[in-house]
């Protein structure tokens, strides 16, 4: 999928910058909350690890709760690159299983060490409403993204099927009785490559989309309220899986873009 989908622009410096404090101060606040504890772990102590000026951490994050958003994000985010990445003839269950398992797998997605650190993060979102607030608030957005995501993967899928059905093979049906005319005139303005679309879920695909996100979430809050290893059926990993067979027998193709309601954008 990822040799059709139109490449974004590289962030400028500052905005890399501005990515690689937060996720600074990410790591430093997730550092004193699972060696502390959230009650115990004050704004002006992350800017000390971090460190920062207590200023400076409030222009990034209003609370401190907020202040491992980045670290909750980059998994779900991993996630939804990883069901993007996917080979193009793959079908969206299996994209979305491959994600899982390059996502939640050990030393694939996040470390082995690191893991110990996520159960952590998420027994304190579960205990904590705050911060659970926050942890919500990234699975939502993650929610909207993969949605666009299947939504990309079914259209596309839609499109070369039709190619395909509709392709013309080589004969001689040709009505000229030979060669198809070639022309060495460079293209006309109208004739150059549309702009790459944008790709709109629909309401089947939200659902398929809460659907999935709710499979991981669930396998990762599961896991993470008991002691099993990372590894295993226990596991993450296996258990998103076998959440994920949930949608073996969704209709895929009724996803695809179609007619219908204007889908408004704030």
Known sequence: MSSTTPTPPPPSLTERRKTETRMEIARAAAGL???HGLRATRAEDIAQAAGIAPRTFYRYFATKEEAVAPLYAAGAQRWVEAVRAAPPDAGVLHALEQ???HTLTPGVGVSASSWEWVRTLLR?????PSLRRVWAEVCQASERLLGEVLAERVTRA???ENL???????SDDNVAGGPAPTSDAPPSPTSAAPPSPSFAATPELRFA????SAAVRAALEAWAAGDCPVEGPDGPAE???RNLAALRDFPWGHGASRGGCDVVRP
């Open 33 to 35: 909350f699972v060696r």
């Open 99 to 101: 994600g899982v398992r």
């Open 124 to 128: 304190l979102a579960e205990a904590t």
């Open 158 to 160: 839609g499109v070369a």
């Open 164 to 170: 395909r059905a509709s392709a013309v093979p080589d």
């Open 209 to 212: 989309a809460a659907v999935a």
């Open 239 to 241: 258990l998103a899986l």
